[in-house]
């Protein structure tokens, strides 16, 4: 019985091909993990401390981070807090801008209104920690809701900082959101980062010359 | 045999099998479009209503009970929608409600009964009955169709009874149950010879009426019932029913036939059965001893009238004139003044007798008199308002108290929003309806006058409204009031005048105008044939004093208009005849001696009446009367700092001292804060730390060994910053220091005080206004701690609820420190009736530095019970952890747990359970509410303890 002989070239082609699909997937599982957590391809809202463009320790004494929400549930959202650490040695906490996420009204003509946030910038300067709450005590006549949100950029607050004297060029400063919540009535439905119903992202802001 | 009518008694009285009995008809006269006819009979005869009036055929309007709301009684399953409109009908079972209620005076919530639609049977309590009832509409059984087969036939129940304009239910009860084998049991009815059903004949005097006399027989057992003519049955007649002028007898048939030659209106009524037919017993016993049935039937009322001639019209009375009362006042003011010479706060000897001195203008406002009552007042209101701190709340429960000083204050022109440091009007805006309300009809009436006395405007503008709308709300059908709102008590005079007085400012109100209309009607015919006014079963002089100051501030003259006279006796003559002469004082009833609170409401009373007839404004209308310009509260420059310390520590044990101040002004540009500490011998200080809200300086401090005095400094030595306090709860913690015992012996007792506190705003000390003395002299400023051997306990109580929002007044919650115990091992009390397990509480632990724990239990508990170490054992294991403002346990204090606050006060979710409580409740007052909800964001923002942390750690026992 003559034996069959493989093409010694043609073999070894063969040996390479596993090694050539094992690369292959694992690219294709990271270029999934990528998306999935660039992107938050999930669907679950994603509450994101915006990071800025390297800044100039001479021109940006002063600067704002806006802190984005991706998207809400369908009910709504009476409450709303976040707590921030950041570096207080080398950043001021200044207090908190406006941004462009509403809260329904019955008493605007517009039916919603800009959110009046509680927060304490010498609180959070002394402990580093930056805890910002809005409460709406009408049982939800001036809560935030999906209806209210644009198509896009949807900045829930803007946070406002100065670099203290002790920054230097090269220095990254991370703000980590250490817990957030859109807290709703019935509590399974609100958005909590302790419950994973709430994502977030943390921001980072590298210091140039 | 009784087990029998048990038997019987619980399944049938209300589930009536029998048989179709011919319809008779029923004539609807004209005019009865909008009433029933109810009648109510026990044992053969008829009962009467709370005011005397017979239930015999009493027409009910029935706009008055078709507003039952069945769902507030709790029987929401029977409601009835028979004829599938998709609303629901008007039933015999509002009725039956309506009448034992509003009608017969009872209590609902008492009536005992299965509430099972379609079967339901009465077994207590509706009447006064204590069994069954059984009913008759419009001359029938009422029978339940739904139920009905050729087996049987079910009787309804009076949630499947619709009613109708016109129609009449009969309900009768006897205290035998043996109609229900009773073939001579059931109804009589009134008829005329062809059997139709009637309740009114007519004729002309001198006529003979030929009528007749129908008994409904049933079998209940059987299912058999018709309806014949009454053989040979008395019937009574008469001009007044019960008083009878003759009497008939029917015939075989049942017929029977009157002449009357008197025109006039008269009564036909035959009884009940009751006892066996030979007569010889009256009892139930009867059945029990011879098988044979009671005979127990309803009783039946007609009226006749007689025509054929005009009543002779009464004689008209001669108008009266106006009594002049200024005697009897006179000297009965003047006596007020020498049996009370120094009114204070009260019921008894305090605002009833200023208001009527200064209303019957006895003093004139500025008078001494009235300068030193108010003096007292200041003192009162300072220390009382104080400690209940809501606001200018004089009482927790009772907005009347607030009310009635108001009144009084405003009466001698003082100014009620500045009384002392405290603003009396605001107490009803800050607390709310609710705290009104706890008083029933009395918050909401008095907290109106009072308003009104001073055209007060109030911080909540709603207020007013509110009290009108929940006053108007609870107007009974016959138009008077009773004090509670729920309209389970019969009117009641002096509740409704009281009610009256109150509305006048807002008569432009339709709904007012329209309630105090009937509302006078309604005073007018409860006045007796005395000139007086009932209460209960009685008549007092306060009933009396009421109704005239009611009648004078609607501009009615109680001594002259027709509407408050009866029999030629007018209010202002009753009430007179209360008066003592010798004693110049009022009785509270006739020959029952001379009573203060009596004298003060008939002085008043009349004074309202002298007022009246002197064309001044009437007695609660203050516009003659200047009221002081609210002075701004006395601006205490005193600062006053206080230490908390534990009751109790070891030997060796570390502890903390919390020292608050009560005031603080950021704007004040306080530099430095400074103090010293006593420290005893034995103790050293470990640390001290600046409160969480206090922020602006680094903190100094140094122990001198030789004197035991720390010296503390706090300020910002770099950039001299302003030191404030965030928040807005006083008092505020401003240091903590920790300290440790080195090994004193037991039995000891140590002082800690604080002392030469001062706040300095430069350094210049020549500017006398650079430095605040702080006072360290009160008694909270130093404080004693027993140092005991091993495990010991002490407790104080954090707070009791006010049942206003969400915490039971029957609630309080207590804060145990255990000395020798490792922290958060378990702890439970016993003290044979009660058992706890309490939770530990790390924050006060940590703020206090002796093991602590906290329960919410009964307030009929003792507190010094938790000081008791026999009630107490330390079973092991640790205890469940507590974390105030920490609403769902997910170790966070976020906008989650404001949220559930929120919701709580809102009743948004589940009742409370006690521990819930204990967390919600974060700044420790007697109540859940938004203050609580801000307290977390408080926290959250500012880092600020929660108030019942600081409480714990300061509180003294």
Redesign the interface.
């Known amino acids: 019985m003559a034996g069959k002989h493989e093409n010694p070239k043609k073999e070894r082609k063969r040996r390479k091909w596993p090694w050539i699909l094992l690369i292959l997937l694992i690219l294709l599982i990271g270029a999934f993990l990528f998306m999935y957590f660039r992107y938050d391809t999930s669907g679950t809202p994603t509450l994101i401390v915006e990071t800025p463009q390297k800044l100039s320790m001479a021109q940006n004494k002063e600067f704002t981070l806006d802190v984005t929400i991706s998207s809400l549930g369908d009910v709504r959202y009476?409450?709303?807090?976040m707590?921030l650490s950041f570096d207080n040695s080398r950043l001021e906490f200044l207090g908190v801008e406006e941004g462009n996420v509403f809260i329904l009204s019955d008493e605007s003509s517009s039916g919603r209104q800009l959110p009046i946030w509680?927060?304490?910038a010498?609180?959070a300067n002394?402990?580093g920690l930056i805890?910002?709450?809005?409460?709406?005590?009408t049982?939800g006549k001036n809560a935030f809701c999906k209806d209210l949100l644009a198509e896009e950029g949807n900045v829930v607050l803007r946070l406002k900082f100065r670099l203290r004297g002790s920054i230097r060029a090269g220095d990254v400063l991370d703000l980590i959101l250490e817990?957030?919540?859109?807290?709703?009535?019935n509590?399974q439905e609100?958005l909590?980062m302790?419950t994973g119903s709430l994502k977030t992202k943390n921001g980072k802001i590298v210091i140039g010359e | 045999m009784r087990f029998n009518k048990k038997i019987l008694s619980m399944i049938l009285v209300f589930v009536m099998i029998l048989g179709l009995l011919p319809a008779a008809s029923f004539a609807t006269a004209a005019g009865e479009e909008d009433v029933v006819y109810l009648s109510i009979s026990f044992d053969g005869e008829y009962i009467s209503d709370k005011n005397g009036n017979l239930f015999a055929y009493m027409p009910v309007p029935i706009s008055a009970f078709e507003k039952i709301d069945l769902a507030e009684y709790g029987l929401d399953n029977m409601l009835y929608d028979g004829d599938g409109d998709g609303e629901y009908d008007t039933t015999a079972l509002q009725l039956l409600i309506y009448a034992h209620e509003e009608l017969w005076g009872g209590d609902w919530s008492e009536v005992t009964f299965d509430a099972l639609p379609g079967s339901s049977y009465f077994r207590g309590g509706i009447f006064g009955f204590t069994e069954n009832l059984v009913y008759f509409l419009n001359g029938d059984f009422p029978v339940d169709e739904s139920q009905q087969s050729d087996f049987m036939t079910v009787g309804a129940t009076s949630d499947r009874i619709v009613l109708e304009a016109g129609d009449f239910i009969d309900i009768a009860s006897f205290s035998c149950y043996s109609f229900l084998w009773d073939q001579l049991g059931g109804f009589h009815l009134f008829a005329d010879t062809e059997d139709n059903y009637v309740h009114s004949y007519s004729m002309e005097a001198g006529e003979t009426l030929d009528a007749k006399l129908l008994h409904s027989f049933c079998d209940l057992m059987f299912g058999e019932g018709w309806l014949k003519g009454a053989e040979y049955y008395e019937i009574f007649y008469g001009t007044t029913y019960g008083d009878a002028i003759g009497t008939l007898e029917t015939d075989e048939e049942g017929n029977f036939s009157l002449t009357i030659d008197e025109p006039g209106t008269y009564y036909l009524w035959c009884y009940g059965g009751n006892g066996s037919e030979d007569g010889t017993h009256t009892t139930c016993d009867y059945y029990s001893e011879t098988g044979t049935p009671c005979i127990v039937s309803a009783p039946a009322y007609a009226i006749l009238t007689v025509e054929g001639g005009e009543e002779p019209e009464p004689a008209p009375e001669e108008p009266r004139a106006a009594q002049d009362v200024s005697e009897v006042l006179n000297a009965t003011l003047a006596k007020q003044v020498e049996n009370i010479p120094a009114p204070a706060f009260g019921t008894n000897y305090g605002e009833w007798t200023v208001f009527g001195l200064a209303r019957g203008g006895y003093f004139e406002k500025g008078y001494q008199y009235f300068e030193d009552y108010y003096a007292r007042i200041v003192e009162y209101v300072n220390t009382t308002a104080g400690e209940i701190n809501l606001s200018g709340a004089l009482d927790k429960n009772k907005s009347t108290d607030n009310s009635r000083l108001i009144m009084a204050l405003s009466s001698i022109g003082k100014n009620s929003t500045t009384v002392g440091n405290w603003d009396l009007v605001e107490a009803y805006s800050a607390n709310g309806i609710n705290w009104i309300r706890k008083q029933g009809m009395n918050g909401t009436i008095w907290t109106l006058i009072a308003l009104d006395t001073g055209n007060f405007e109030t911080s909540d503008p709603t207020i007013r409204q509110q009290c009108v709308d929940a006053i108007v709300s609870a107007q009974h059908n016959d138009g008077g009031w009773s004090l509670v709102t729920a309209k389970t008590q019969p009117s009641n005079v002096d509740i409704t005048g009281m009610t009256l007085t109150a509305l006048y400012p807002y008569r432009d109100q339709p709904a007012v105008a329209a309630a105090c209309e009937t509302a006078i009607q309604w005073l007018s015919d409860s006045q007796l044939e005395n000139g007086g006014f009932p209460y209960g079963q009685g008549e007092t002089s306060e009933s009396c004093a009421w109704a005239i100051v009611a009648a004078t501030t609607w501009g009615i003259n109680p001594d002259t208009d027709p509407r408050f006279i009866k029999n030629g006796n007018s209010a202002i003559d009753n009430l007179l005849t209360y008066y003592v002469e010798e004693e110049a004082m009022f009785e509270h009833g006739r020959g029952a001696g001379v009573n203060a609170m009596a004298t003060d409401q008939a002085a008043y009373a009349l004074v309202a009446y002298d007022r009246f007839i002197n064309n001044e404004p009437s007695l609660y209308d203050y516009s003659d009367v200047v009221i002081d310009e609210p002075t701004p509260a006395p601006e205490t420059d005193e600062m006053i700092a206080t230490i908390g310390l534990p009751a109790q520590i070891n030997g060796a044990d570390a502890f903390n001292g919390v020292i608050s101040i009560n005031k603080w002004d950021n704007e004040g540009a306080y530099k430095l804060i400074d103090f010293i500490v006593e420290v005893p011998e034995g103790i050293d200080v470990t640390d001290v730390s600046a409160g969480s809200r206090l922020a602006g300086g680094e903190i100094s401090w140094n122990l001198e060994a030789d004197t035991g005095l720390l010296r503390v400094v706090y300020f910002d030595a770099n950039e001299n910053t302003d030191l404030t306090i965030t928040g807005e709860e006083f008092p505020a913690e401003l240091f903590t220091i920790s300290f440790k015992a080195m090994n004193i012996e037991g039995g000891e007792k140590i002082n800690i005080g604080i002392g030469g506190m001062s706040v300095k705003l430069s350094s210049d000390s020549s500017d006398e206004k650079a430095m605040i003395v702080v006072d360290t002299e009160n008694e909270k400023a130093s404080g004693e701690v027993e140092v005991v051997v091993g495990i010991s306990y002490s407790a104080v109580c954090l707070y009791t609820g006010d049942n206003i929002d969400l915490i039971p007044e029957a609630k309080k919650a207590i804060a145990v420190a255990v000395t020798g115990i490792v922290n958060g091992t378990k702890l439970s009390y016993n003290d044979g009736t009660n058992a706890i397990d309490f939770n530990y509480s790390a924050e006060i632990t940590e703020k206090t530095g002796i093991s602590s724990y906290v329960a919410l239990v009964d307030t009929e508990i003792a507190t010094e019970n938790f000081a008791n170490e026999d009630y107490f054992t330390i079973p092991g294991g640790e205890a469940p952890a507590i974390s105030f403002g920490d609403t769902n346990s997910d170790g966070t204090i976020n906008a989650q747990d404001a949220l559930n606050i929120v919701n709580s006060w809102l009743r948004i979710g589940e009742e409370l359970a006690d521990n819930d409580i204990l967390v919600q409740n974060v700044n420790g007052d007697s109540r859940i509410n938004t203050f609580d909800a801000l307290g977390i964001v408080e926290k959250f923002v500012n880092g600020a303890d929660f108030g019942v942390v600081t409480k714990a750690a300061t509180i003294k026992d």
Do not use: K, R
């Open positions: 009476p409450a709303m807090s707590s509680s927060y304490s010498a609180t002394q402990s805890n910002i709450m809005y409460l709406d005590m049982g817990d957030a919540v859109f807290a709703a009535s509590e609100s909590a302790t």
